[in-house]
């Protein structure tokens, strides 16, 4: 299989980002429901899919994105895509409010004990912002959920709807 992506199916790297950072999401929102504790593994692993995203995204800028299924209308090809790129803007921009609401407080984010990030949220002040931020990251969990489902139902439309190959191109085997 090749590593890169080709106009029909996705390399084996963009598959190997796709299917590790599912199962991070799936860990962050587990230790999102321990957050009574000042929870240094949500912080550590929400800023993990920041650099995974960042790294993802860089790759897939520089690899043909597959073409869809022959028939696809222009509307369901921006759709698709659309959709795709929004994980893009809500998986990086949700980490940047995550460490936003602690650095607001003075408190310092730490990538599970191996260095801490620098303060960049700590002006005076930022308490509010801190608020802010809090309020933001609330909602974004909320909208990822409800796009990460859009994504699965369309995912399986593809496979048992329409019998095209869109799934298959994007698993593992
Ligand atoms: C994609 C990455 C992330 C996801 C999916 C995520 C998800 C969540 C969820 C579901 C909650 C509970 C929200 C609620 O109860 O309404 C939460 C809360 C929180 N998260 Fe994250 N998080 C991410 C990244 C981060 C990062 C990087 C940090 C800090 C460095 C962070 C810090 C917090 C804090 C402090 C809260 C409690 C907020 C409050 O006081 O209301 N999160 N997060
Ligand atoms: C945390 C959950 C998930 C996230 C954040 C996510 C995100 C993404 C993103 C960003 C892409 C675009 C890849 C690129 O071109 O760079 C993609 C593609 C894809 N995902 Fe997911 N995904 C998730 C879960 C799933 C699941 C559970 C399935 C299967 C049921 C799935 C099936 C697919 C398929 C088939 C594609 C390729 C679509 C195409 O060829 O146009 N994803 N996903």
Known sequence: M?????????????KLFHWAVFL?????????NNLREYNQYHFATGVLIL???????????????PTMPEGTGPL?????HGLHILFYVLLIGMPITGIAIVQAKGRVVSFFGMFDLPQIFTATGAE???????????????????AILIHIIVALYHHFGKKDNV?????PW
């Open 128 to 146: 509010d912002a801190g608020e802010f931020a809090a309020t933001i990251h609330g909602v974004v969990a909320k909208v990822i959920l409800a």
């Open 2 to 14: 090749s590593s890169k992506n080709t106009d029909n199916s996705y390399g084996w790297v963009a």
């Open 24 to 32: 991070i999401i799936i860990a962050q929102y587990f230790f999102a």
């Open 167 to 171: 799934l298959r191109r994007m698993l």
């Open 76 to 80: 369901q090809t921006m759709a698709a």
């Open 51 to 65: 650099l995974v995203m960042l790294i993802r995204f860089s790759w897939r800028a520089t690899n043909p994105v």
